[in-house]
């Protein structure tokens, strides 16, 4: 058993997650990468933007999920090359880099916002791709209320109370839904004197929100959000954007310090490292066999992969299409070094969800299905706790959710950040 | 009613908290400042630091405390100013400043570290004075330990798993303890290929370690954390720092990128805002009364005050001085306004406790009965989550330290860092 084969992850999202648990005690060395110590359950990101969960909720440490697992080790570090002639990847760990080689190679970056060709607009928006981007957001969300507090110059409260979030997909309706919750129920109760009250208002481009559900739930979307009190404008696009406001494409200029970028997403930059033709959105187009095609040897899933079904169109960039697609690939894997042909993939679609706030939201179970209301609330609800990952997790989440309806609360309201990064150790010795 | 006596307290650490409720339902008006909007519980700041507890779990939003009283308000900002002649203070909230009035005002902003000159030092140093720091010293922690784990170097690895803990007070050993099992019996598991072995120094300039302890307690402390694995060097300083090592004062060099400083604290730099002579480490001498000596309606608690007992001994810097100062100058404050005498401190002590990690303790109970082992462990145990600010708060402690416990696990051991600040609009708009 001198060499048995190699097989490198670069990811530990969803997809890489449940490539590597596929490879648990398989005659097969892994290397799992990632930027992070942690794999971040991503669908409840904006819990943690709105003060319902803590960080460490979402986030479970990569290394103890495979600790008995002494053939699959973890590295953290950030993939600065792919040389996929020689088969060997770089990785960069704070300025230090190391080489590593292959026999397999699973491409499982995922996504990164994008702003379609605006990049002028992301120095003054918050994003909700990672937990950072969930904390800067908390903490400055948590400030702008204690500053409107601050004032009682109603011109100067207004856009420290006004929110924008760009974007009618299911990111952009779950946080506009629990942002104008969070600060019209939970917040202004403890302002009493301030008498503040916020607008939250959901831009969209198209003509409708959640473009991927049928039309009758993408109206019960929009009502639902609607009676919560959240603003929705159709048609609309941001034409500009500055530190103090926002200005749409019927040159409605809104006072604001808040702009939420959900508008879309494309396939992570580490794409380009395979020098293949991507398409659009930046995504390397794979084999049914989630193989990428034109490279030996690896293979692609997730948001970062792209595929067609038997219709034409491409798999959406969701969560169950990438740990289904790093299942295969890691079967697939075994498969080739069986000397097997390998499978295709055959998506296995459950259906979609999106909740907005407190006892709403919609569900198209197996897109056949449509479900509204608290009922679909439930349903979202059950659904999540069940796939967190880790005990811990699930319990915390149970506790802070059930703490937090109950008593219209939210758990984690605190402004945490380092103001002056101090120690420098590391980083001065490195470079 | 229309002029109901204004009482402004500064800092909402305990002694400000505790004066703060004792306000309650009073016929006065109470603002409450502090630079952050949350108040900490500052005995497990160091679990934070450790991955045993989330940082939310040991902060309460100081505003969702006094959610029912519509008298008292919070104010998140930093007082710049005290005017006492005119009774005003000044206050900015992030480069935006305003002017309050104060009929009596209680100065209450607790201790900051002290380096006793060696102020060079500190930019090499971790502090456990804050939140924030527990969170920075968590960061640097964990990814020592990644960066250990991708050398096979001995010698570069020696400085990453070496970490020294200067100050043999409370502070020092139970995070010297607590790093100790973190790094040797719950990461290292993670790391079986790496056979990481992590050495804690604890350093301490005096010849025992918790000096205000009897001596019998103070040699059950040595061992206990001799005994879990933690050197223990008495009668010893730090005279240099670098960013790869420490200098001993007899010229030992210890090669680590981790140094923290728990070696003393001293009063808040607020105090000399009052322009009163303060004591050597800059306390503001008060009567019994907790009325600040030479200042009028200004009130001093806790860290920052200087108060002696009969024999002549200073109280100490611990937790229920400024809790039980804080209802005293509560409750002087509306003698005062009633126009009855003020009453004198009296102090209830029940003496203190040191963990030093699992299952390991002192100790002194009403500065009589002596505990050590188990039986310590048990009583710190209880009383840490008894005396946790709310209930959830109390809830998620009890779930992590089971969970920690039963499993020798840590539940928050995430790398959580926003690395690129992007976000600008309230800084560059106000400056």
Redesign the interface.
């Known amino acids: 058993m001198n060499h048995r084969p190699k097989i490198v992850i670069i990811g530990a999202g969803f997809g890489g997650l449940f490539a590597a648990r596929k490879l648990k005690n398989q005659p097969v060395d892994v290397l799992l990468i990632d930027k ?3 794999h971040t359950f991503t669908p409840l990101i904006y819990q943690v933007a709105t003060c319902a969960l ?3 909720d979402v ?1 479970h ?1 990569v ?2 999920i495979f ?1 008995k697992q ?1 053939h699959i ?1 973890f ?3 950030e993939v600065t090359n792919i040389d996929y002639d020689a088969r060997t990847i770089e990785v960069d ?2 300025g ?1 880099r ?1 080489h590593e080689s292959y026999d397999y190679l699973i491409v499982a970056t995922g996504n990164t916002p994008t702003y379609f060709g605006n990049d002028d607009f ?5 994003e909700l791709n990672t ?2 981007d969930a ?2 957001l908390r903490n ?1 969300l ?3 209320f ?2 409107a ?2 004032t009682a110059d109603l011109e100067k409260r207004k856009p420290l109370t006004t929110i924008v979030v760009v974007g009618g997909g299911s990111t952009g309706l779950e946080t506009a839904g629990a942002i104008y919750e969070l600060y019209n129920h939970v ?1 202004q ?5 301030a008498k503040l009250r916020t607008r939250v208002i959901l831009i969209e481009m198209l003509p409708h929100l959640i473009a991927s559900y049928p039309e009758n739930l993408r109206e019960a979307a929009r009502k639902q959000l609607e009676s919560l009190g959240v603003e929705v404008r159709l048609n609309t696009k941001v034409v500009d954007v500055a ?2 406001h926002v200005v749409l494409g019927d040159d409605t200029i809104i006072p604001t ?2 702009l939420v970028w959900a508008a879309g997403v494309q396939a992570s930059t580490l794409a380009k490292m395979l020098h293949v033709d991507l398409t659009k959105a930046g995504r390397i187009p794979i084999h049914p066999t989630t193989e990428v095609k034109g490279r030996q040897n690896i293979f692609a899933i997730g948001d970062i992969a792209y595929l067609e079904d038997q219709n034409g169109n491409a798999y959406p960039m969701l969560i169950p299409v990438a740990q289904q697609q790093g299942e295969l690939a890691a079967e697939n894997i075994l498969r080739r070094i069986r000397g097997e042909a390998p499978a295709d993939f055959e998506y296995d679609d459950r259906g979609t969800m999106v909740t907005i706030g407190r006892y709403r939201a919609v569900a198209w179970i197996y897109n056949r299905v449509p479900l509204t209301g608290l009922i679909a609330w439930f349903a979202w609800l059950g659904l999540h706790i069940v796939t967190l990952i880790g005990f ?1 997790n699930r ?2 989440v149970l ?2 959710w059930a ?1 937090d309806y109950l008593l219209y ?1 939210r ?9 002056k ?6 980083q ?2 490195d470079e």
């Not at 758990?411 to 103001?419: G, N, T």
């Open positions: 992070r110590n942690f803590d960080p460490s986030a440490p290394r103890s600790r002494q080790t590295l953290m570090g760990n704070e230090e190391r992301r120095p003054f928006s918050f937990l950072d904390v800067r400055h948590l400030k702008l204690e500053r507090a601050w917040l109760r403890e302002f009493p004197r530190t103090d310090h808040t811990r319990l915390n506790l802070n703490w609360d758990s984690v309201r605190i402004i945490l950040e380092r103001e990064p101090r120690q420098q150790t590391l001065s010795q």
